[in-house]
Each structure stands twice: as C-alpha cells, then as structure tokens.
C-alpha cells in the first residue's frame, strides 16, 4: 500500500488535486528532505499546472538540492 496507493486514491476522486503533494511536500521539507519535496512540487505541478502555491516549496528545494539558478527562476 503506501503512497502510491494513497496517491492513486485521491486522484482518482479529484485528478488535479495539486494540494495533495503540496501537502506532503511541506511535510518532508520540515524534515530536510528538500529532493523528495522538489520531486513532489514538480509533481503537484504535473497534476495541476495552475497550482502556483506550489512554486515557493518548489523553488526552495531546488535551491537547497544545488540547482540554485532554477530555484531563483521558479
């Protein structure tokens, strides 16, 4: 089961439900795992490519995974 399946889940009920990965993004900021809150920023982003809340999480991850230029950009 997991995330994956939890994830299926909810976008089977609500396909552009961005909010879901800003959500877990935020969670795994707190705990310094900026790659995996990149990964899932882009990922909210896939889902709904109007959610812009997402951006702020997404561009400190970058910034703090090295690809600074980018996180500057977002």
Do not use: W
Not at 11 to 35: G, M, S, W
Not at 66 to 71: A, F, H, I, L, N
């Amino acid at each position: 089961a997991g995330f994956a399946a939890l994830e299926r889940e909810v976008l089977a009920a609500r396909p552009r439900c961005a909010r879901f990965f800003e959500h877990v993004a935020n969670i795994v900021t707190l705990k310094f795992r900026y790659a995996e809150a990149r990964d899932l920023s882009r990922r909210a982003l896939e889902v709904n490519p109007d959610y812009h809340p997402v951006l702020a999480i997404l561009g400190v991850s970058l910034s703090r995974t090295g690809d600074e230029e980018e996180g500057r950009r977002v």
